[in-house]
Nanobody, 124 residues
């Protein structure tokens, strides 16, 4: 069974940092494009960041530029998200996602595999 499991979420004050991890099992994601999405209460899921299978290409949502960094890990932990200068509006459930097609994608239905999410809460 293919699984992605996020961790690293929690409660942090505004201006603080968190590092999210995504653990993979049942399949190697080292050749998969990976991304992070988030969903706040009452809102649709939105794209946060993308990284190519090689790590050579990244893409960020405007709100993430300059504050968040997506990076590749190893086969068991294929992707991370470092989040700095967190704001209350960053509060959401964060999901990692993987897709076998190498082309960059910011639309959630283009991703084949999803984790269950990790809660990030930023207090003011």
């Amino acid at each position: 069974q293919v699984q992605l499991v996020e961790s690293g979420g929690g409660l942090v004050q505004a201006g603080g940092s968190l590092r999210l991890s995504c653990a993979a099992s049942g399949r190697t994601f080292s050749t998969y494009s990976m991304a992070w999405f988030r969903q706040a209460p009452g809102k649709e899921r939105e794209f946060v960041a993308y990284i190519s299978w090689s790590g050579s290409s990244t893409y960020y949502a405007d709100f993430a530029k300059g504050r968040f960094t997506i990076s590749r890990g190893d086969a068991k932990n294929p992707v991370y998200l470092q989040m700095n200068s967190l704001k209350p509006e960053d509060t959401a459930v964060y999901y990692c996602a993987g897709r076998s097609t190498p082309r960059a994608a910011t639309f959630s239905p283009e991703y084949e595999y999803w984790g269950q999410g990790t809660q990030v809460t930023v207090s003011s």
